[in-house]
C-alpha cells in the first residue's frame, strides 16, 4: 500500500471521529454554533449594508456637483488658474457625448468674483453651466427651492445658494453684480438677475457657489468657446474604469488634456470612508473575538471531559499529534457548519434588503432635504457574503490551537487518573 493512500485514509478516519465527537453533546455544539450563525447573519447584513452605504455616499457626493470623472487642463485641477482653459469645449463635450452615450456629460467654466448687492458684497466662486446638460451631472438643479433653474444658454441670469442669497439679503428676481477677471487678465464684469435659489444642506457649498448659464459666462469673461471642465457622470459607479481607457485615447488627441477618476478629484472622500471602514471593523472585532472565546470554552471543556479518554488512547500508541489533529477538525467542522449556515441565512436576509431597501428612522426627511434616496439598497456581492463569516471561521481554527496544544503535555498515566 502506498503511504500516500495509508495517510488519506487515517485522515479520512480522523473526519469521520471528528463528526462524530462533535455530536457527543448536542445541545452545546448547537449553542456554540449558534453563537457563530448569529454573528455570520449579522456581519453579512452589516459589511454588505455598510459597503451600500458607501456607494450611496459616494454617488451623492459625486453627483452633487463633481461627476465621477473630469477633463480638464494637465495642472488645471492643483492650481486653477483663469487661462488653463480647454479650447473649443462646447465641441469637445459634443464628441465625448457622442462616443459615450452612456454617459451624462456637461461643460463648465469656472471663475471666482467679487458679486454685490445693494448693500453687501462677498467673493464667491461663479461656474458657468450648460442649462441643457448639468443636470444629468448634478443634483443642484432640482435643489432649486425658490425660483426656477437656468434655462437660457446665454440669458444673463444666475442661480445661487441660499446660503449667499440670505448674506447678500436678495430673493428671486433681485439684480447681482459681479466683478471679476477675464481668460486673458481683462476686467469682467456683468449683472445678473437671481433666477433661483438652492439648498443643498451644505453650507459651505450654498455660500460659495452660483451658477451662471455657459454662453453667458464665455461672454463677460472672454472665454471665446473656452472653458475649464468637462464632467461625466455614469449610472453604475464600477463601470467608471471601463470608461477611463478609452476616455483617455478620445482625449489624447490633445496632449494638454487629461482625465480625472473621482478618487483623485475627491480624496478627501475616500479617505473618511476608509476611516469610517476601521471604526466598523473594531466593533466587528469585538464580536468576532467572543465567538472565538465561546469556542475555545467549548473544546476546551471537550478535552478536559475527555482526559481518561485520551489518556487510554495514548497508551495504546497514538501519538498527541493525532489527537491535537482530532481537536482541531473538530473545531473545523464545526466553524464550517457556522459558516455555511450563517452565510446561507445573511445572504437570504441581505438579499431581501437588497431588493426592498433598508431605511433608518426620518431617513426620508433628511432625503427629501438633500435630494438623496430614502433608502439604502445593501450591497449584495461574494465579498459582503464571505469576507465575514470567513474572518469568524479564522479566529474559531485559532481558538481551537490552546486546547490542541495542552494534549502534547498530557501523560498518560496521569490522564487514566483522572476523575
Known amino acids: ?16 471521529l471528528a463528526w462524530r465527537n462533535i455530536w457527543r453533546q448536542k445541545r452545546r455544539t448547537w449553542l456554540t454554533a449558534l453563537a457563530m450563525i448569529f454573528s455570520n447573519i449579522l456581519l453579512v447584513f452589516m459589511i454588505s449594508l455598510q459597503f451600500g452605504s458607501y456607494d450611496m455616499m459616494i454617488n451623492n457626493t459625486l453627483r452633487m456637483f463633481s461627476g465621477q470623472i473630469q477633463v480638464q487642463r494637465d495642472g488645471y485641477h492643483e492650481n486653477q488658474k483663469m487661462r488653463q482653459v480647454i479650447p473649443a469645449i462646447g465641441e469637445l463635450a459634443s464628441g465625448i457625448r457622442e462616443r459615450f452615450p452612456q454617459a451624462s456629460v456637461a461643460a463648465r467654466a469656472n471663475a471666482f468674483v467679487l458679486v454685490s448687492s445693494q448693500d453687501r458684497s462677498f467673493g464667491t466662486r461663479i461656474v458657468g453651466v450648460e ?29 445661487i445658494g441660499s446660503v449667499m442669497a440670505r448674506n ?21 464684469a456683468g ?13 459651505d457649498l450654498d455660500r460659495s457657489l452660483a451658477e451662471v448659464p455657459l454662453g453667458y459666462f464665455q461672454e463677460a469673461f472672454d472665454m471665446r468657446g473656452s472653458g475649464h471642465v468637462i464632467a461625466l457622470l455614469l449610472d453604475d459607479l464600477n463601470a467608471v474604469d ?38 466598523a471593523w473594531f466593533m466587528y472585532g469585538v464580536l468576532i473575538v467572543l465567538v472565538a472565546f465561546s469556542v475555545l470554552n467549548t473544546q476546551l471543556m471537550s ?8 489518556g487510554v488512547i495514548m497508551a495504546l500508541g497514538i501519538r498527541p499529534r493525532r489527537l491535537a489533529l482530532l481537536v482541531l477538525l473538530e473545531t473545523f ?18 438579499g431581501y434588503f437588497a ?13 427629501e432635504k438633500f435630494n438623496m434616496p430614502a433608502v439604502i439598497f445593501p450591497a449584495l456581492d461574494p465579498l459582503s457574503v464571505m469576507l465575514g463569516p470567513s474572518v469568524v471561521f479564522i479566529f474559531c481554527l485559532f481558538a481551537a490551537i490552546y486546547p490542541a496544544l495542552k494534549l502534547y503535555g498530557l501523560r498518560p498515566v496521569d490522564a487514566m487518573r483522572a476523575v
Open 131 to 159: 442649462p441643457g446638460h448639468e443636470p444629468g451631472v448634478s443634483t443642484i438643479p432640482g435643489l432649486v427651492r425658490e425660483g426656477r433653474y437656468l434655462d437660457n444658454p446665454d440669458a444673463a441670469e444666475i442661480v
Open 168 to 188: 447678500l439679503k436678495v430673493a428671486v428676481g433681485d439684480e447681482l453684480t459681479f466683478l471679476g477677471s477675464g481668460r486673458e487678465g481683462s476686467f469682467a
Open 303 to 310: 478535552v478536559l471531559e475527555r482526559t481518561r479518554e485520551f
Open 1 to 16: 500500500m502506498k503511504p500516500n493512500s495509508g495517510r488519506r485514509r487515517a485522515f479520512g478516519l480522523s473526519l469521520r
Open 242 to 279: 471601463g470608461l477611463l481607457t478609452p476616455l483617455k485615447a478620445l482625449v489624447g488627441e490633445r496632449e494638454e488634456l487629461v482625465v480625472l477618476d473621482w478618487e483623485t478629484l475627491t480624496p478627501g472622500l475616500k479617505q473618511a470612508i476608509q476611516a469610517d471602514m476601521t471604526s
Open 191 to 203: 449683472v445678473v438677475t437671481v433666477a433661483g435659489i438652492f439648498d443643498s444642506g451644505s453650507m
Open 333 to 350: 467542522l464545526m466553524a464550517l457548519l457556522g459558516l455555511l449556515i450563517g452565510a446561507l441565512l445573511g445572504g437570504l436576509v441581505t
Open 355 to 367: 431588493y426592498a431597501g433598508f431605511a433608518y428612522p426620518g431617513m426620508d426627511q433628511m432625503a
